[in-house]
């Protein structure tokens, strides 16, 4: 019987360890905690986004090719993962439809974690927790992994699982990725992804509370990230959706030497030609309560600041230039931002194994036989929205498809 050894009980590797196992492999699932699955505890507010609705694939991100990232994703279609979950795992998935994003019915994280875990020991897998694989190594056309007890174990294959580097009290420490640098793996920057940025703007720090939907972009020199959504301004700065999707453009700015992005926002739904009637003379109102009529009173306020137009002005009194520089501001503002929360807070890696590096039908190595990567690992995530689950799933089952066949194609 082939032996695979899946080092990791995150969400890729239990997903490899379930397909290794039905494939008919001696499987063995290594994870360094007490429990596994960490991740998926605190996902989605601990509701755990298992996968979008539907899916856009433009909106992974990567510095690998975008058509091999594609083909590893269509291996495994939503709707199969979908019905995976639904029918194989008995965890119903229910709709949130404003967002696109797929829950458990039950409403808890722990539901899909305990699911995956629990189906993983039915069909075979067995599993050795608080074990952190310290090395892999080749040897006589199969694989030695290392623990940190001492403990050597073989195996014909190996599937690498052990994440990136966000949020590393969840297990995922960054040893994988230096274990397959080791290996000899071409490894694309890392950088921390769908994190909150920060300020030291006064007038925006103390807006900390509010929230509301808007359209941001963050600009570079080598990359463009636009996304409509949610905004929260925090103690230190800002989150929400639309912050989070577009915040790699700004954190990979500030690794180099590269000026930093440009952050811009357009405050509310209206347009340059809507805010233009939306300030025309109306009676005694005043430029204030124009956009309090669409914004929240504090920030309506700390645009004007911003915008340097006195709050008191009635509309019929509103110079032309004043006009022009608060239009300016609500449709395409400049988010003042100085850093980012960086891995602590941040829901993915950016960076990691190049895709060029595995073969996207089977997720083995091209630079080792037997060797196979799944998840964060690898260079590649999405959005918040279930895009990064989707990933997780879709990688880790192929790779567990392919580590159980004894002739691989
Ligand atoms: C706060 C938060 C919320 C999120 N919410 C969502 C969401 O709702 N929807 C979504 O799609 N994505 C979400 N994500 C992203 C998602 O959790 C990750 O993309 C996904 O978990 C990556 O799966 P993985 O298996 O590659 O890595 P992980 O889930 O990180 O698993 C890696 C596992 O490997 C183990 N490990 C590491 N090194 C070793 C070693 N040397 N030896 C043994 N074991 C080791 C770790 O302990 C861990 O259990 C969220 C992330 C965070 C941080």
Not at 62 to 78: C, E, G, H, Q, Y
Not at 211 to 220: C, M, R
Not at 275 to 293: D, M, N
Request: aromatic residues 6%; glycine residues 10%.
């Amino acid at each position: 019987m082939r032996r695979v050894i899946v080092v990791g009980a995150g969400a890729a590797g239990s997903m490899a360890a379930i397909f290794a196992a039905t494939g008919g492999a001696d499987t063995l699932l290594l994870e360094r905690t007490r429990d596994g699955g960490r991740k998926i505890l605190i996902s989605g507010g601990g509701r755990c986004n298992v996968l979008p609705s539907r899916v856009d694939e433009s909106r992974f991100v990567t510095d690998s090719s975008p058509n091999l990232l594609k083909k590893i994703v269509r291996a495994w279609p939503l709707a199969e993962q979908r019905a995976f979950f639904e029918d194989t795992l008995g965890i119903p998935l229910e709709e949130e439809t404003e967002s696109l994003k797929l829950f458990p019915a039950s409403h808890k994280a722990r539901d899909v974690r305990d699911g995956l875990l629990d189906y993983a020991r039915r069909v075979g897998v067995r599993m050795r927790m608080e074990s952190r694989v310290i090395d892999i190594a080749p040897v006589d056309g199969g694989w030695e992994v290392a623990l940190d007890d001492g403990t050597v174990l073989k195996a014909d294959a190996v599937i690498i699982a052990t994440g990136g580097l966000s949020v590393p009290n969840t297990g995922s420490d960054g040893a994988g990725l230096n274990m397959l640098k080791a290996l000899g793996h071409t490894m694309h920057p890392t950088y921390a992804a769908l994190t909150p940025l920060t300020t030291t703007d006064a007038a925006f720090n103390d807006l900390s509370g509010i929230s509301l939907t808007v359209a941001l972009t963050a600009k570079s020199a080598k990359q463009q990230a636009t996304w409509r959504g949610g905004f929260l301004f925090t103690h230190h700065g800002y989150s929400g959706p639309s912050v989070l999707n577009v915040s790699h453009v700004a954190v990979r700015t500030r690794a180099g030497h590269a000026p930093a992005a440009k952050v811009q926002v357009q405050w509310t739904a209206l347009g340059e030609k809507e805010w233009e009637e939306a300030l025309k003379p109306h009676g005694a109102r005043t430029v204030t309560g124009a956009l309090r009529a669409e914004l929240p009173d504090r920030l309506a306020s700390a645009l004007l600041a911003k915008a340097n137009v006195e709050p008191t002005r009635p509309l019929t009194e509103l110079r032309r230039d004043e006009r022009l520089r608060l239009i300016d501001t609500l449709v395409r503002g400049d988010l003042p931002w100085q850093g980012d929360e960086g891995y602590k807070k941040a829901e993915v890696m950016g960076g990691g194994v190049a895709l060029s590096e595995i073969d996207p039908r089977t997720m083995e190595s091209r630079r080792h036989k037997g060797l196979f990567l799944c998840g964060e690992v690898l260079d590649a995530f999405g959005p918040i929205g279930g895009y990064n689950f989707m990933w997780a799933w879709a990688t880790g089952r192929s790779a567990g498809v392919a580590a159980a066949v004894r002739d691989i194609p």
